[in-house]
C-alpha cells in the first residue's frame, strides 16, 4: 500500500475533474476581473495546491499573498474568533481580492477574516473556495462567489486538505472512511 492508494481513502474527485473545474473558475474570474487590479490571498496551509492551479487559469496581470490563521475553538466548537498567525505583506488598500480557501465548513473563519480584510480598504472582496460543505455552515451569510465544489458533510482531504497535517499531498480529494484510522 501507498499514500495514494491508502484504502482508508475513497476517490470523490479525480485530478482530472479537480483540473477541469478549475479552469472553467479561472475563466470566470478571468471574465469579471478585466481591468481590476486583483489580489489572490490563500490562507494557509490548505488553499496553496487550489491558488498554485488557480492562478495559472487566470489570464489576467495579478499578484498573489498569503496569510496563516487559527480558529479558537472551544473545545470542538468553533467560537468564531481568529488569530492572525501570519499576515499579509504587501497592504490591500485599493485592490480587488479573492480571498482563496481549501474548504468552508462552519464559515466562522472565513467570516472573520473577510470581515479583519474589509476593514484594510480593499477595494473589493470576493472568496473563492474549492469546497463548499453548506450542511454545518454557522454564517449562513457568508457568500461564496466562486466554489469549485458543493459536498455532503463528510471529512474530507487531499489536494490541499489535511487530516492532522496529513494527505496534503493527494492528487485527487478523497472521504477518509474510517477517521479513527486517519
Ligand atoms: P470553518 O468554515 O470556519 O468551519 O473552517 C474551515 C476550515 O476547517 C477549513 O479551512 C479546513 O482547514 C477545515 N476543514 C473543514 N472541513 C474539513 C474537511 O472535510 N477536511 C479537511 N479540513 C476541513
Ligand atoms: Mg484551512
Known amino acids: 500500500m501507498t499514500e495514494f492508494s491508502n484504502p482508508n ?20 474570474i478571468t471574465a469579471d476581473y478585466a481591468e481590476k487590479d486583483l489580489v ?8 496553496v495546491i487550489f491558488l498554485a492551479d488557480l492562478m495559472r487559469a487566470i489570464d489576467l ?4 499573498d498569503f496569510m496563516a490563521v487559527s480558529s479558537y475553538k472551544d473545545g470542538m466548537v468553533s467560537t468564531g474568533d481568529v488569530e492572525i498567525l501570519k499576515d499579509l505583506t504587501n497592504p490591500i488598500r485599493g485592490k480587488d481580492v479573492i480571498v482563496c480557501e ?12 473577510t470581515e479583519i480584510l474589509g476593514s484594510r480598504g480593499a477595494n473589493s472582496i ?7 460543505k453548506p450542511e454545518p455552515r454557522i454564517k449562513k451569510e457568508l457568500v461564496i462567489d466562486y466554489c469549485g465544489f458543493q459536498i455532503p458533510n463528510k471529512f474530507v482531504v487531499g489536494y490541499g486538505l489535511d487530516a492532522a497535517n496529513r494527505y496534503r499531498n493527494l492528487p485527487f480529494i478523497g472521504v477518509v472512511k474510517n ?4
Open 179 to 182: 477517521p479513527a484510522e486517519a
Open 40 to 47: 489572490l490571498i490563500g490562507v494557509l496551509k490548505g488553499s
Open 9 to 28: 481513502i475513497e476517490v470523490m474527485y479525480s485530478p482530472e475533474q479537480i483540473s477541469a473545474r478549475v479552469v472553467e473558475l479561472g475563466a470566470q
Open 102 to 113: 481549501d474548504i468552508v465548513d462552519t464559515g466562522l473563519t472565513l467570516f472573520r477574516l
Open 126 to 132: 470576493r472568496i473563492a473556495t474549492l469546497l463548499d
Open 61 to 64: 496581470r495579478l499578484t498573489i
